[in-house]
C-alpha cells in the first residue's frame, strides 16, 4: 500500500526552511529477494550524509545524533517489508518523514537548507486531482478525487438538506410527500409528487439552498483552481450555475440520482473526466507559454522567471526534469544571478539550484508546476513560466 502523500505534505515540506536540510531518493524492489539491494543503498546515503554533515555543517558528535533515525530506520524490517516503487525521506531538525510511492525515483542524496521536492512533482501536480459535488435535495457532500482515492471532505458549514437548511416544516404548493429508500448516506429520502414541472417557488428554495452550498464550498476550497464536478439530476444543473461563485467548477457534470451511488461508482464515474480536463489544461498551457514567451506574460529566462517565483507572479511553472541552473537570488536587491557553466559556486549552505528555489517559491505561491523533458521544454530552455500579470 502507498503512503499518503498529497499538496498538504508538498506544502509542508516546502514550507520548512533553516537548516540543514537532508532530502534522499531512491528507487526501491517491490520484491523481497531484493530487499537489501534498498537496504545497503540507503546505508550507503549515510554515510555519504555523514561525510557532507560534518564538511561545514555541524560537528561529527551532532552527526551522528542528527542521522540516528535514519540508523534505527535500517533496522526496521517492518518498513522494507512494504515497499513500492520509489522511497523518499526527509530529515530535518524535529522532523523525520518516510514515504513509499509509486514513483520510481532516481538515486539522489541532497543537503541543504530547504527539502529538495523537485523529484516529488509527478506524485502531486501532473497526476488528475479534483473535486466532486454530490448534490441531490436530500443529500450533500463534496470528494476529493485523484487516479488512486476518492474520500470525502469536511466542509464546516455545508448543508446537510434543503429542508433543514430552509427550515421547511410542511408540504406546500401542490406537493405531497412520502418516504422512500434509505441512501448510502444514511438518510431517508423523500419522493414528492407535485403537479408537473417545477413551479417557481421550488426553484427559489433551490436557489437559496444552492447558494448556502456554494458558500460553504468556496470557504473550504475556494483558493483552488482544481476542477470541480457536479453529480445530480439534470435539472438542478442550470440553477446551480446561477449561484455557484467557485471558479474551477466544470462544465460538464454527472447525470443522474446520486444518492444511491457507492463512492467506487462515483470515482470511477468522475475519473476519466478529470483525466481529460488535466490532459487538455496542460496542452493549452504549453501553447500559451509558447505563444506568449517574448511578451511581458511569458519567459524562458532563468533571472526573469526566478524573480517572478519569489515575487508570486507565476501563474505556471514548467521545468526541465533534469536541468540544473547554479546561481543566487539577492532578496534585498530583488535580483538573481545565473553562474555561467563553468563558474558555479559550491557553497555547502547555500542552496544554488534556481530551478529547485523557483519551483519551491511557485508552490509557496499557489502556482501550477509541470516536470517535463527538455525536448518539451519551450525553446529548450531549463525553466519557463506564465506570468499571472
Same mark, same amino acid.
Given at each position: ?13 516546502? %514550507? =520548512? ?21 534498498? #537496504? ?44 513500492? /516503487? ?8 524535529? +522532523? ?32 488528475? $486531482?479534483?473535486? #466532486? ?18 474520500? +470525502? ?9 434543503? *429542508? ?5 416544516? =410542511? ?7 412520502? /418516504? ?8 431517508? %429520502? ?47 444543473? =442550470? ?23 457507492? &463512492?467506487? *461508482?462515483?470515482?470511477? @464515474?468522475? &475519473? ?8 487538455? @489544461? ?22 526573469? #522567471? ?18 540544473? #541552473? *547554479? ?28 530551478? *529547485? ?7 509557496? $505561491?499557489?502556482?501550477?508546476?509541470? /516536470? ?7 525553446? +529548450? ?9
Amino acid at each position: 500500500m502507498l503512503d499518503h502523500f498529497g499538496r498538504a505534505e508538498l506544502k509542508a515540506l516546502v %514550507a =520548512s526552511e533553516g537548516g540543514p536540510h537532508l532530502s534522499i531518493y531512491l528507487p526501491t524492489h517491490t520484491s523481497t529477494a531484493d530487499s537489501q539491494q534498498d #537496504v545497503i543503498r540507503l546505508k550507503n546515503f549515510i554515510h555519504e550524509a555523514e561525510t557532507q554533515l560534518a564538511d561545514g555543517w555541524m560537528r561529527n558528535n551532532d552527526v551522528r545524533q542528527f542521522l540516528e533515525p535514519l540508523t534505527k530506520l535500517l533496522h526496521d524490517e517492518t518498513f522494507f517489508a512494504k515497499r513500492q /516503487s520509489g522511497l523518499a525521506i526527509f530529515l530535518a531538525e524535529g +522532523q523525520f518523514l518516510t514515504y513509499r510511492l509509486g514513483l520510481p525515483f532516481k538515486e539522489k542524496l541532497s543537503i541543504s537548507r530547504d527539502f529538495l521536492v523537485r523529484p516529488l512533482v509527478p506524485a502531486i501536480h501532473q497526476k488528475s $486531482h479534483g473535486f #466532486v459535488l454530490a448534490l441531490s435535495e436530500h443529500n450533500v457532500a463534496l470528494y476529493e478525487v485523484d487516479e488512486g482515492t476518492i474520500h +470525502q471532505v469536511e466542509v464546516v458549514g455545508l448543508p446537510v438538506n434543503m *429542508e433543514t437548511t430552509l427550515n421547511l416544516t =410542511s408540504v406546500d404548493r401542490g406537493q405531497q410527500m412520502h /418516504s422512500g429508500a434509505s441512501t448510502r448516506m444514511g438518510k431517508t %429520502a423523500q419522493i414528492y409528487h407535485g403537479q408537473g414541472g417545477m413551479p417557481d417557488s421550488h426553484r427559489d428554495d433551490l436557489k437559496h439552498f444552492f447558494r448556502a452550498v456554494d458558500e460553504a464550498i468556496v470557504s473550504k476550497i475556494g483558493d483552488s483552481s482544481e476542477p470541480m464536478l457536479l453529480a445530480c439530476v439534470d435539472s438542478s444543473v =442550470s440553477t446551480y450555475h446561477e449561484v455557484n461563485s467557485y471558479k474551477g467548477l466544470h462544465k460538464d457534470h454527472l447525470s443522474g440520482n446520486v444518492d444511491y451511488l457507492s &463512492l467506487q *461508482e462515483l470515482h470511477k @464515474k468522475t &475519473l476519466p473526466i478529470l483525466k481529460a480536463e488535466q490532459a487538455l @489544461k496542460r496542452l493549452e498551457l504549453t501553447h500559451k507559454i509558447r505563444e506568449h514567451l517574448h511578451t511581458s506574460t511569458a519567459s524562458a529566462n532563468a533571472a526573469e #522567471v526566478v524573480l517572478a517565483a519569489f515575487q508570486g507572479r507565476i501563474h505556471t511553472f514548467f521545468f526541465d526534469e533534469n536541468a540544473i #541552473v *547554479e546561481g543566487q537570488f539577492d532578496p534585498i536587491r530583488q535580483m538573481a544571478v545565473v553562474y555561467p557553466d563553468d563558474e558555479g559556486t559550491d557553497l555547502v549552505a547555500l542552496n544554488t539550484d534556481l530551478v *529547485e528555489l523557483a519551483l519551491e517559491q511557485t508552490l509557496q $505561491h499557489k502556482g501550477d508546476v509541470y /516536470s517535463v523533458s527538455q525536448s518539451e521544454m519551450p525553446e +529548450q530552455a531549463p525553466m519557463a513560466a506564465l506570468f499571472r500579470y
